[in-house]
Structures are given as structure tokens and as C-alpha cells.
């Protein structure tokens, strides 16, 4: 009996297959991972800045995913960003991130060179690429004021010239030639910064140079040579007559005089790299040789030469944050003292191993 009601209500339904879906009042149509409606692609958000927003907050959680996931975020981008309005917001989006969280430089250097080669959308205001520079211009020129400006207003200004760095190392072009080479244009900018950052030697300023040279100074020094010119002797001597003369903090003189030591050992190489636009690793078997060693958090050691190179240091980076003990300004947060700055001398039996260390350093060097 129930089977002969149940046809015969089907029988008098006025329900077709072909009616138009139903949605419950408030919810909205106009999303549904990525079905077109009236031909414009859509997301499954509600917003551009949502979507980009959204999957950077999932690569700063996950940076080995990058991979993997940075091509579906390519071509989902380029169903959405087909105006000149939607491009620069794009750009603004990336650069607040890339600025708002110190430890996300790299990896949005990373984004913005992908998507510098693979985003469609070229309007004549400029590429995705002239545009993310042009931005970059924007902050360039306020230098001068930033660096004299309150803490918090530096705090960006430094967090600006850490990603600038990220971006010269990561961001590459195409040459006519097929060849690929570093933005030139930013070797000039980062050289501005730091002379920004000494001509007002506080002590977040002299942090900011130090970890910029840190990152860059190799690769800085490499490419000036290439052109006969000596600007990294001139930066180093401006940075050695702060030591002498700024009002700034012990430690933050310690770290200079540590960079000073470490660019005097040509950045920790053995020897003279081979020029960035002349050696790769496919055509000059030596290419990592001189590449320093570092080890993960496990005790596992790798090098430029691992497949997952960067992200691995980008881990040590984070572990290590160039400077634990100190704050922006310079502040010592240890409550005690630095170990390693104190006048004490050492350990009779750390003294006898790092004097084997020393004499076995030298061992090898004349080998």
C-alpha cells in the first residue's frame, strides 16, 4: 500500500529535474569553487584578498607545500585577476604579507618570482613584476624618513628592506638571450638602504644592516666585482667607523665587528665564487663546492647543494633568528649577559679545543 501512495504522489508532483536549484534565503549563488556563471570564473570565497589571503596564511604554516600547490594557485589567479585593478591589489596583498610577518619574506619572494613568470595578466600600467617593483619603488623613496622615523614605523621599514633582500636573491629574470639574471635594479636600491640605515646608526638600524648583509652581502660583493666596482669596501668601512664613533650599544658593535670578520673570510667561502650569470650547477661541477655547511635542528647536515636547501634554512633562520638575545632595538632580553661577550676567559678545556680547532683550520687552508 505504501509503494501505490508513494507513485501516485509521484505521479501528481508538479516537481521537475530540470528546475533551477533551490538556495535557502541568505545564502549566496555566486561561488561555487570556481563554476562559471554568466562566463566569469568564480572561488569558492567571497573575495580576491579572501582567496590570496587565505593560501599564504597556509604556506607560512606549511612551506613545504609550496611545490605542490603553487601551480593550482597560479591558474585559480589567473581566472580572477583579469583587470588592472585586480593585479594591483594582488601586488598590495603579497606585499603587506611579505612585510607584515618577518619569517614570510622568503617564501613570498618565492610567490612573487612564480607568479612574475606565470601570471597572464600584463596590463599597460605594467606586468605583475613592474608593478610589485613599482610598489617596492614606493617605499624606497621614503628611506631617508624611515629610517629616522619611531620605532614602529622603522619596525616596517626594516621588515621593507628584508623582503627587497629576499626579493634580489629570488626574484629572476629573463635575459634576451634566454639567460636568467638577478633584477640589476635593486643592487643600487639595497645600497641606498644601507647607506639609509648607517647615516642614523640606532641600534634597529645597525641590526636591520647586519642581517640585510648577512643575507645579501655575498651575492652583493660577487656581482660589484663583476663591474669593477668596490662598494662593498666602502660599506664595510662605513660600518667599521661606526663602531668607532656611533653612540650605539656593545653588542650591536660586536655584531658588527662579527660581520666585518665574516666578510674577511670572503663570507665563509674558500674561495671566489663563479659570477651568478656564468656558473650553474648543471655546467660547473664546483659550483656548491665552496658552499658553507649547516645543520638542521637533528644534527643532519646539509648544503646549497640539498633539493631542499631552502627550505631547510629558511628553518634555521627561523631557530636561530640571526640575534635571540636582542630585541629590535638592540635591547639584551637575557637577563643575565651574553656568554660569548663577557670578559671571562674560557673554559681550560674549551680553550684546548678550540685551539686544536684553529691549528686544524689552518692545517687545511695551506693544504
Not at 529535474?17 to 562566463?39: I, L, R, W
Not at 580576491?48 to 591558474?75: C, K, M, R, W
Not at 628611506?143 to 629616522?148: I, Q
Not at 676567559?345 to 685551539?355: L, N
Request: hydrophobic content about 35%.
Amino acid at each position: 500500500r505504501s509503494s501505490d501512495l508513494a507513485s501516485s504522489a509521484a505521479t501528481a508532483s508538479q516537481l521537475s529535474v530540470n528546475a533551477p536549484e533551490f538556495y535557502p534565503p541568505g545564502y549566496s549563488n555566486a561561488v561555487d569553487n570556481g563554476v562559471e556563471h554568466n562566463g566569469c570564473p568564480t572561488l569558492p570565497y567571497a573575495s580576491l584578498a579572501e582567496y590570496v589571503q587565505d593560501f599564504l596564511n597556509h604556506l607560512t604554516e606549511q612551506p613545504g607545500t609550496f611545490e605542490n600547490e603553487i601551480s593550482q594557485f597560479t591558474e585559480l589567479l589567473n581566472s580572477w585577476v583579469v583587470t588592472e585593478e585586480t593585479l594591483k591589489e594582488l601586488v598590495e596583498l603579497l606585499y603587506q604579507q611579505a612585510t607584515a610577518l618577518p619569517n614570510f619574506s622568503y617564501m613570498a619572494a618565492r610567490v612573487c618570482n612564480y607568479l612574475s613568470h606565470h601570471l597572464t595578466m600584463s596590463p599597460q600600467s605594467g606586468n605583475f613584476r613592474q608593478l610589485l617593483l613599482q610598489r617596492c619603488q614606493t617605499e624606497y623613496d621614503k628611506r631617508e624618513k624611515a629610517a629616522k622615523a619611531d620605532d614602529s614605523a622603522r619596525k616596517q621599514f626594516h621588515a621593507f628592506i628584508l623582503f627587497l633582500g629576499e626579493l634580489y636573491l629570488n626574484l629572476d629574470i629573463k635575459g634576451a638571450r634566454g639567460q636568467t639574471t638577478r633584477a640589476e635594479i635593486l643592487q643600487g636600491a639595497l645600497r641606498d638602504l644601507l647607506t639609509a640605515l648607517f647615516s642614523n646608526p640606532v641600534d634597529s638600524n645597525l641590526i636591520c644592516a647586519v642581517k640585510l648583509l648577512k643575507l645579501t652581502g655575498s651575492v652583493l660583493e660577487d656581482a660589484w666585482k663583476e663591474k669593477g666596482k668596490n662598494y662593498m669596501e666602502q660599506i664595510i668601512e662605513r660600518m667599521e667607523n661606526v663602531v668607532l664613533d656611533a653612540n650605539c650599544s656593545r653588542d650591536v658593535k660586536q655584531m658588527l665587528l662579527k660581520l666585518v670578520e665574516l666578510r674577511s673570510s670572503n663570507w665563509g667561502r674558500v674561495h671566489t665564487a663563479s659570477t651568478h650569470s656564468d656558473a650553474t650547477p648543471e655546467n660547473d661541477p664546483n659550483y656548491f663546492m665552496n658552499e658553507p655547511t649547516f645543520y638542521t635542528s637533528d644534527g643532519v647536515p646539509f648544503t646549497a647543494a640539498d633539493p631542499d636547501y631552502q627550505e631547510k634554512y629558511q628553518e634555521l633562520l627561523d631557530r636561530e633568528d640571526f640575534f635571540p638575545e636582542f630585541d629590535e632595538n638592540g635591547t639584551d632580553l637575557s637577563g643575565g649577559g651574553d656568554p660569548y661577550l663577557d670578559d671571562d676567559e674560557m673554559d681550560p678545556e674549551i680553550e684546548e679545543a678550540y685551539e686544536k680547532f684553529c691549528l686544524e683550520s689552518e692545517r687545511k687552508q695551506k693544504q
